[in-house]
């Protein structure tokens, strides 16, 4: 009787009560992998084999959708392997399915070594970065120093989102883009520059913009979203989904020779909306009446340690306040910002 392969739907999985883990997944793997996979070409099933002590052990083959291991599995079988399975719908159906997921890569020996001698960080706050998934809404004057020092950091997964194309307008202050980006998609462009950067880190890339219909699905599993859009919509769209999936998240805005950063956690204390009640009809934008370069920097880069500080947990990272910054007149202040009685978000009564 011909051997059938063994497939295992991706809710029954135990990763535990596997020997191995086999990725068999061809190219780069920016969206991750399961978590103590190896990766192993699809057609050395000698290199399999290895991997397995007994011929009853437990070992989980998946790959992209689910078809090559599937063959693999049951090339394995008529081997006499018959503890081996293949995860049904591949990593496809495994990432849908908010299964656990581990970035690509080993860091670089020494990389964080300044992280982790500084005070009130150490290597367990590092693990912390590696282990977070933080959604970047926007890679654009904001959304470059935030991806560069997120990236340089060590943030585990960065879900980048942003339908736009590089410009050659766009170049004097989203430094994440060289020229010859220039009509790139900027995710694209984005995914490319962390590559360069930091090959432990996943990206997430979505070459969409971010709205209330899509906000729910990109927000959802992250523990962090920076909130670095160039419009009111758009701000509105994170305030809202992350006020509803309770997730908190960085703010930033810069335009002229200003900008402003502030931090929220929606569910629980003020937002976006509690700041700006009546926000106008129209908005200036950079393209009418322009942007210094490094205010987007200065801003961008208050956003990015923000966005580190509410991932470790530090105990004094920025929350219901809002920091401007004029850089005319080299000024920054800070006010606290109050919850409103009459925000449309229902904010939890009591709770701060
Ligand atoms: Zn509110």
Redesign the pocket.
């Known amino acids: 009787m011909e051997p059938q392969a063994r497939e295992i739907a991706p809710e029954d999985v135990v990763l535990d009560a596997f020997v191995a883990i086999v990725d068999l997944r061809e190219g780069s793997r920016p969206s991750g992998e399961i978590p103590g996979s190896t990766l192993i070409d699809r057609l050395d099933l000698d290199g399999i084999e290895r991997l397995i002590p007994h011929p009853d052990s437990p070992i989980l083959l998946y790959c992209g959708i689910g078809e090559a291991s599937r063959i693999a599995a049951k090339s394995l079988a008529g081997r006499g392997f018959t503890g081996v399975v293949s995860l049904l719908g591949g990593f496809r159906r495994w990432r849908a399915g908010d299964h656990p997921i581990s970035p690509v890569g080993e860091p670089t020996p020494d990389r964080y070594d300044r992280h982790v001698r500084l005070a009130g960080f150490g290597p367990e706050r590092q693990d912390r970065l590696r282990s977070s998934r933080v959604l970047v809404v926007g890679a654009g004057g904001l959304g470059s120093p935030v991806i560069q020092y997120l990236a340089a950091a060590g943030v585990g997964t960065i879900g980048i989102v942003d339908g736009d194309r590089v410009d050659a307008t766009n170049l004097h202050r989203q430094v994440l883009f060289g020229e010859d980006a220039i009509g790139m998609s900027k995710v694209d462009a984005a995914v490319a520059a962390v590559a360069d950067m930091n090959h432990s880190v996943a990206v997430d890339a979505v070459a969409r913009w971010f709205d209330a219909d899509n906000a729910a699905v990109l927000i959802d599993g992250c523990d962090l979203v920076v909130d670095a859009s160039d419009n009111f919509a758009t701000r509105l769209a994170v305030?809202d989904a992350a006020?509803a999936l309770g997730v908190p998240f960085v703010h930033g805005a810069a335009i002229r020779w200003e900008g402003m950063v502030a931090a929220f956690n929606?569910r629980v204390g003020?937002?976006?909306?509690?700041?700006f009640p009546d926000l106008p009809e129209s908005e200036a934008t950079c393209r009418d009446v322009g942007v210094l370069g490094p205010v987007t920097g200065v801003i961008g880069s208050l956003m990015a340690v923000e966005a580190i500080k509410h991932i470790v947990g530090s105990p004094d990272r920025m929350l219901d306040r809002l920091i401007t910054y004029d850089a005319r007149s080299t000024r920054f202040s800070s006010v606290r910002i109050k919850?409103?009685d009459t925000?449309?978000?229902g904010?939890v009564v009591g709770s701060r």
Request: aromatic share 6%; proline share 20%; with cysteine.
């Open positions: 305030n006020a929606p003020p937002c976006y909306r509690c700041l919850r409103r925000c449309p978000i904010h």
